[in-house]
């Protein structure tokens, strides 16, 4: 995802094949971001029933805690680039859906779920 952004901005200084290679890393962060969101077509199932992204049982917030960060990163270098959706298998996300999914991660976390 972080990668991402030198090809979502551009950079004066990288050749044709150095910005083929930056956009086969925005590629793989859409293919995460598309990973995440929960109504996307390709959707991981490793979640909890009231929505949080769950891996392991050990150290379970941190993977929830970094899809967050990340969420909110590619859609702030979406925002900022006015890229207006990512496609998920023909499913269109704005910023804006993946925001909320980053905030529905920390809310959950801070004790907005079924468990209160």
């Known amino acids: 995802v972080l990668l991402s952004r030198i090809n979502f901005f551009g950079s004066k200084q990288a050749s044709n094949a150095e910005n083929m290679g930056l956009k086969m890393y925005r590629d793989t962060a859409e293919a995460v971001i598309c990973g995440l969101l929960p109504d996307s077509p390709s959707a991981t199932a490793s979640r909890t029933g009231g929505g949080l992204v769950w891996v392991s049982p050990w150290n379970s917030l941190q993977h929830a805690t970094n899809a967050a960060f990340l969420a909110v990163v590619y859609?702030?270098?979406?925002?900022?680039?006015?890229?207006?959706?990512?496609?998920c298998s023909g499913k269109s996300y704005s910023p804006t859906d993946i925001r909320n999914f980053a905030i529905s991660q920390v809310n959950y976390i801070l004790g907005d779920n079924p468990m209160k």
């Open 75 to 87: 859609s702030d270098y979406m925002l900022t680039s006015r890229t207006g959706a990512v496609q």
